[in-house]
């Protein structure tokens, strides 16, 4: 079996607002085209586990890694029923095109669920394009919190450029990515699970084109009014998502769901 896809999944913690990855998912294929996925905890969880973070009732121990010939119900259940009527609204929303495969999904929309009382969110590293350069998706956070104006926000346009910034000063994230336009509208922030790497790329001078790839209308929630392109040129060899709390726990059991 071949690996084809990774999944993240980051837990908040509610006091200090900050992200913690704590497991991931992977997809190998067989050459049949059947599917095996694994789920396991990361080095991320044990650190996470000190502000507050407990094992997922689906997942209880933190050593065991869980196989599954079809897509696990903790991730199964985040992704909107294609039977639904407003299925393919939704799909619009998320910027994504008929038929979606359920990963591309779930790491598009995050797959938060209003019934939990954490927040946990999914999401996927870029993914390496044919001219070597990598690319990623994903929703501008903290629109609210810098206040952008609904006026504003109606004038951008798609395939519009935003420049990144780096705001050091954060009190939540020293690494955080401020997104802006060519006119000085702060719109928002980079993912914090990214922001380590874009943070690198712009200290070391490589490629990081960011521009608009869709803006949802204002009926839409606020965390999925503006779709952000990003396209990344790292240095050979550069591994994105890859420190020591991205990496899997020591596995003592390994079980079949």
Known sequence: MSLDATLFVGWQDQKTRRWCVVARLLRRTAGDGTHEYVFEYVRGAEAAQSKGFQPFVAFPN??????????????????????????????????????????????????????????????????????????????????????AKEEDVAQLRENERLLCMLDVQNPHNPEAVILRTSQQLVLGYVPNYLCN??????????????????????????QHRVLCRMVLAPPPGYRFLSRPEFQPLDRSVSRAA
Do not use: W
């Open 62 to 147: 933190l050593t065991e890694s869980v196989r599954s010939r079809t897509l696990l119900p903790f991730f199964s259940n985040r992704v909107m029923p294609s039977r639904r009527p407003d299925y393919p609204n939704y799909l619009d929303e998320l910027g994504l095109q008929p038929p979606a495969e359920e990963l591309a999904v779930l790491a598009r929309s995050g797959g938060r669920r209003t019934t939990e009382r954490a927040e946990i969110e999914v999401f996927a590293p870029p993914t390496l394009r044919d001219d070597g350069t990598y690319e990623t998706h994903f929703f501008i956070r903290g629109m609210r919190h810098v206040h």
């Open 197 to 222: 790497d874009v943070a690198n790329l712009l200290t070391s001078g490589c490629l990081v084109h960011a521009t608009i790839a869709k803006v949802n209308q204002p009926n839409v929630p606020i």
